[in-house]
């Protein structure tokens, strides 16, 4: 898996601030990349979304699907994580949205593909729909 681009909006992390970090310009051979800043700049919180989990690995703290809510680590009503990354000769994006309202919570996940020059919902080898 190699990631691409990742978007994040509205996580404590970060200082207040969104965050876009485009990869793309990393070549085959460059093996380091450093993430330097101050405390709460946002590097932990770009190491832990590297990934298309809905999870952020260094705050997880028991292998439980209750261990880890992302509403702990939002700095409003709204957070938005988008990751684009290849895997296999395919290129993927996964896109995970939080809001809330009062006492109410949303989340909305998806998981595309980009096929034909768009971005089409995944459908895995049995044809199910994802997100």
């Known amino acids: 898996m190699k990631p691409l681009r990742l978007s994040l909006a509205g996580f404590i992390g970060m200082s207040g601030r969104d965050i876009d ?5 990393l070549g085959p051979n ?3 990349v450093a993430l330097a800043g101050p405390n709460g700049a946002g590097k932990t919180t770009i190491l832990d979304n590297l990934h298309p989990y809905r999870l952020m690995p260094s705050h997880v703290t028991e292998a439980n699907p209750k261990a880890f809510s992302f509403w702990d680590h939002l ?3 709204t957070g938005k994580k988008v990751l684009e990354w290849q895997h296999g000769g395919a290129t993927f994006r996964s896109v995970l949205e939080f809001r809330s309202s009062g ?9 595309q593909k980009f096929e034909d020059g768009n971005w089409e919902r995944y459908r895995d ?5 994802s997100g």
Not at 103 to 111: D, E, I, L, V, Y
């Open 21 to 25: 970090l485009d990869l793309t310009g």
């Open 30 to 32: 460059d093996r380091l």
């Open 75 to 77: 700095s409003g009503t």
């Open 125 to 129: 080898a049995d044809n199910l729909a």
């Open 103 to 111: 006492k109410s919570r949303k989340q909305t996940a998806n998981f």
